[in-house]
T-cell receptor
Framework: GAGVSQTPSNKVTEKGKYVELRCDPISGHTALYWYRQSLGQGPEFLIYFQGTGAADDSGLPNDRFFAVRPEGSVSTLKIQRTERGDSAVYLC??????????????FGEGSWLTVV | GENVEQHPSTLSVQEGDSAVIKCTYSDSASNYFPWYKQELGKGPQLIIDIRSNVGEKKDQRIAVTLNKTAKHFSLHITETQPEDSAVYFCAASKSFQKLVFGTGTRLLVSP
C-alpha cells in the first residue's frame, strides 16, 4: 500500500475486555514498530519486529500486551483485560530494512483506543 | 535509559518569522536524532534527521543542529508559513528502532 495502514481507526471498549489492533506496513518493509501515544505526550516505544520475530519487546508495559507478526507483514497488537489507563493512540510504523541501517521510519495514523 | 526534554511546549510566531525548538538528551551513546511533525489526527511524519557524526543539516527552510558535547539539538524553521502549524517532536536513539521522543512543541504560525 501507499502508507502504513491501521485498523480500526477508533475503538471504544469496556474495561476488562480484549482488543486487537491491526497494522499493515508499507509493502516490502521488513521492520515494523509499535508505539503508544498518550494525550499531550510523545510516542512511547512498545515493540520492534524484524521479519517475523520480535527483536525488542522491552517497551511492552506488562504481560497484558502482546504482539505478533506471523508472516513478516501484517502485525496485530493484542491487549487483554483492558484498563482505563490503556486509553491512548497506538501507532504502528515500518521501515525498509533493519533498524540499524537507519532507514526512515514511516508512521501510520494510529488506532485511538478508549477504555470506558 | 534515555531521557529527552523539549522546549518550549508552545510557540507562537508571525508568518515569515523564524521558529526554534530545542531538545536535550541524557544518553551520550545516542547517535540518531530525528524530528517529526504531527498534524491533528495524523501520525508523526519525519521532516529531518541528523546523525552524531554531523553537526548541522539543512533542507530548504528547515535545519537541525547538534551539539554532542552539550547533548542538545535544535530545529530551526525559517520563513514560517501557516501550514507549518503542527506539533513537532524531537527524538533520540542509539539503535534507530527505539526512538525516545520529547513531549512535543505546538507551533502556531499566524498569518
Amino acid at each position: 500500500g501507499a502508507g502504513v495502514s491501521q485498523t480500526p481507526s477508533n475503538k471504544v471498549t469496556e474495561k476488562g475486555k480484549y482488543v486487537e489492533l491491526r497494522c499493515d506496513p508499507i509493502s516490502g518493509h521488513t521492520a515494523l514498530y509499535w508505539y503508544r501515544q498518550s494525550l499531550g505526550q510523545g510516542p512511547e516505544f512498545l515493540i520492534y519486529f524484524q521479519g517475523t520475530g520480535a527483536a525488542d519487546d522491552s517497551g511492552l508495559p506488562n504481560d497484558r500486551f502482546f504482539a505478533v507478526r506471523p508472516e513478516g507483514s501484517v502485525s496485530t497488537l493484542k491487549i487483554q483485560r483492558t484498563e482505563r489507563g490503556d486509553s491512548a493512540v497506538y501507532l504502528c510504523a515500518s521501515s525498509l530494512g533493519g533498524a540499524t541501517s537507519g532507514n526512515t521510519i514511516y508512521f501510520g495514523e494510529g488506532s485511538w483506543l478508549t477504555v470506558v | 535509559g534515555e531521557n529527552v526534554e523539549q522546549h518550549p511546549s508552545t510557540l507562537s510566531v508571525q508568518e515569515g518569522d523564524s521558529a526554534v525548538i530545542k531538545c536535550t538528551y541524557s544518553d551520550s551513546a545516542s547517535n540518531y536524532f530525528p524530528w517529526y511533525k504531527q498534524e491533528l489526527g495524523k501520525g508523526p511524519q519525519l521532516i529531518i534527521d541528523i546523525r552524531s557524526n554531523v553537526g548541522e543539516k539543512k533542507d530548504q527552510r528547515i535545519a537541525v543542529t547538534l551539539n554532542k558535547t552539550a547533548k542538545h539539538f535544535s530545529l530551526h524553521i525559517t520563513e514560517t508559513q501557516p501550514e507549518d502549524s503542527a506539533v513537532y517532536f524531537c527524538a533520540a536513539s542509539k539503535s534507530f528502532q527505539k526512538l525516545v521522543f520529547g513531549t512535543g512543541t505546538r507551533l502556531l504560525v499566524s498569518p
